[in-house]
């Protein structure tokens, strides 16, 4: 098998099409489907389903994770060995979408200009699904917010998070638990770990089965929050960053709630690409608690 071969076939899985395969890796379709129908002869079996978008066959998903594994060491011994030991290839990144909007640019921008040869791929989500991604080795490393992971994950923690409740009206007190069982809250889908708290404020409250709209994107449920559907449950440096657009008003959650920890969650430092390991130098230590963004209500 060519290193060549594996690349493109894990380049087919990740975009789902041969066309976008072929775009990201800057050759024609028919030398991706050449290099894929090869690997399949070699191998004498059937990886990919071709249909929109592709399907990886169990033989294929079993060759996945060699395919990633060798890959990754084939660009992690190039970089080593090359004058500069520039970090090359591709580090795969997760993070929760409030993560994504607040933290990430500066620290994406800084990492891509001292590192241009190295080429990142975001991808947001749950922290649930990132947490499965990272374990199932789709993900080099992923931001989420969660306290334990099981024994395969390494957590550090990265940033501190004040959680607010956010309203399109003032918020003077805590609403009574009447106008919370009327009142609908906007959160993500199960997985995340925002939403959790949520459950957990409401049953501290009695409220035995609130109503949860699911959005797929922040912006949706920022929007609907400033238009008066109902409640949401953000950080407040998330907020701050939609103050221009929206009408928003906030209220700090008790801090055994509140007061939240983003980690980044990672394989075991042993399996680490050299992009994965210069990645994790370049993340800052998290603020002692007194150093967190303020909480600001109103």
């Known amino acids: 098998m060519l290193i060549r071969s594996l690349e493109i076939f894990r380049a087919v899985v990740d975009t789902g099409s041969f066309s976008a395969a072929a775009e990201r890796l800057h050759t024609v379709q028919s030398n991706v489907t050449a290099h894929v129908k090869k690997l399949e002869s070699e191998l004498g079996a059937h990886l990919l389903e071709r249909r929109s978008p592709v399907v990886v066959t169990p033989a294929g998903r079993q060759l996945l994770g060699y ?27 997760g993070s929760m979408e409030t993560t994504a909007a607040v933290h990430l640019p500066g620290l994406l921008t800084a990492l891509s200009r001292r590192w241009p040869q ?33 024994d395969e994950l390494a957590l550090r923690p ?7 409740l956010v309203s399109a009206r003032p918020l003077p007190a805590m609403p ?17 770990g925002y939403r959790r708290t949520i459950e957990l404020l409401l049953a501290e409250r009695r409220v035995p089965a609130p109503r949860i709209h699911e959005f797929g994107s922040l912006d949706a449920i920022v929007g609907c929050v400033s238009a008066g559907m109902g409640l949401a449950v953000l950080p407040a440096s998330t907020v701050e960053q939609y103050r221009q657009r929206f009408e928003l008003h906030t209220l700090p959650l008790p801090a055994a709630l509140g007061d939240v ?9 042993a399996s680490w690409s050299q992009g994965l390991e210069v990645f994790m130098e370049s993340l800052p230590e998290p603020a002692p608690w007194d150093a967190a963004p303020a909480r600001r209500a109103g």
């Open 261 to 269: 920890t983003t980690v980044v969650a990672t394989l075991s430092a």
């Open 176 to 192: 009574a638990r009447a106008e919370l069982l009327r009142t609908p809250f906007l959160a993500f889908r199960q997985g995340c």
């Open 118 to 150: 190295l080429s990142v791929h975001l991808r947001t989500g749950t922290s649930g699904e990132l947490i499965e991604a990272v374990r199932a080795g789709q993900l080099d490393a992923a931001f989420v917010a969660a306290e334990d992971a099981g």
């Open 158 to 164: 990265v940033f501190r998070e004040r959680l607010v």
């Open 67 to 93: 395919a990633r594994r060798i890959v990754e060491l084939h660009d992690d011994a190039l970089a080593r060995f090359r004058p500069g030991g520039e970090p090359l290839g591709e580090l795969r990144l």
